[in-house]
């Protein structure tokens, strides 16, 4: 069968890179979101950790989506921050029934992003990164 748009072929290395900002910004959202929302977050995490563990840990999960959304950005340690994506995609995904602020968007949108994560993980950061291939 014969493309319809044979032109658009020629911009192949540049699919990748829109899926990297396209994973990058729903982590900057996330992070965004559960900065905001620090307390509902801890007050949900509480019942499972205690709340000097969830002291701890809540800084640092904040700390790693901005990691995440900053690396898939500029396309640093691309592989790496698109496990670590894809990490937290599938406990959101597993876990998100009883935690509504840790998860704040769509089940599909978590599947859909790790989906994206697993596919940058596979295939490298695309065009305009800084990372190489060894």
């Known amino acids: 069968m014969l493309n319809p748009f044979p032109s658009l072929l020629d911009y192949h290395f540049l699919a990748f890179t829109l899926l990297r900002l396209g994973a990058s910004c729903i982590f900057f959202y996330l992070s965004w979101f559960h900065l905001k929302h620090r ?3 801890a007050n949900e995490l509480t019942p499972i950790l205690s709340r000097g563990v969830v002291k701890i840990i809540l800084p640092l999960y904040l700390l790693v989506e901005i990691v995440i959304a900053l ?4 396309g640093f340690w691309t592989q790496i921050a698109a496990l670590l994506g894809l990490i937290i995609c599938l406990k959101i995904l597993i876990m998100r029934r009883g935690l509504r602020a840790l998860g704040p968007l769509a089940h599909s949108t978590y599947a ?4 994206i994560c697993l596919a940058l993980l596979m295939t490298g950061a ?3 990164a800084f990372d190489l291939p060894l």
């Open 71 to 74: 690396g898939l950005f500029f």
């Open 39 to 41: 307390a509902e977050v």
């Open 126 to 128: 695309g065009a305009f």
């Open 112 to 115: 859909l992003v790790a989906l």
